[in-house]
């Protein structure tokens, strides 16, 4: 079994900055992609791709937030880090990680961690 945990959410003022963490822990014996999406309440509840790193070090972005968030991780430690700068209120969201990863047995799936709340309001 593959567990994924975000932590690093918290209320936090417009024009300042977060940073978000996940970790994927338990049986993994690989991973690739690694990437954070963001959900607000709203028509739909769609979860909104924010940023996306592959094991390689290869980064996407969502055209709102390119050039303010910086994703990156660490594969020894199977952890990926989202720096965000500049925070916008519409920016407030439940943020959640997502890793692709091999569980025992060699299947490989996507496993998604339980979110964290950012809130952006001054």
């Known amino acids: 079994q593959v567990h994924v945990v975000e932590s690093g959410g918290g209320l936090v003022q417009p024009g300042k900055s977060l940073r978000l963490s996940c970790a994927a822990s338990?049986?993994?014996?690989?991973?690739?992609?690694m990437e954070w999406y963001r959900q607000a309440p709203g028509p739909g509840d769609l979860r909104e791709l924010v940023?996306?790193?592959?094991?390689?070090?290869?980064?996407n972005y969502g055209a709102s937030v390119k050039g303010r968030f910086t994703i990156s991780r660490d594969n020894a430690k199977n952890t990926m880090m989202l720096q965000m700068n500049s925070l916008k209120p519409e920016g407030t969201a439940v943020y959640y990680c997502?890793?692709?990863?091999?569980?025992?047995?060699?299947?490989?799936?996507?496993?998604w961690g339980q979110g964290t709340q950012v809130t952006i309001s001054s």
């Open positions: 997502k890793a692709e990863a091999e569980g025992n047995g060699g299947t490989w799936g996507d496993y």
């Open positions: 338990g049986s993994i014996e690989a991973m690739s992609a």
């Open positions: 940023a996306g790193i592959t094991r390689g070090g290869s980064t």
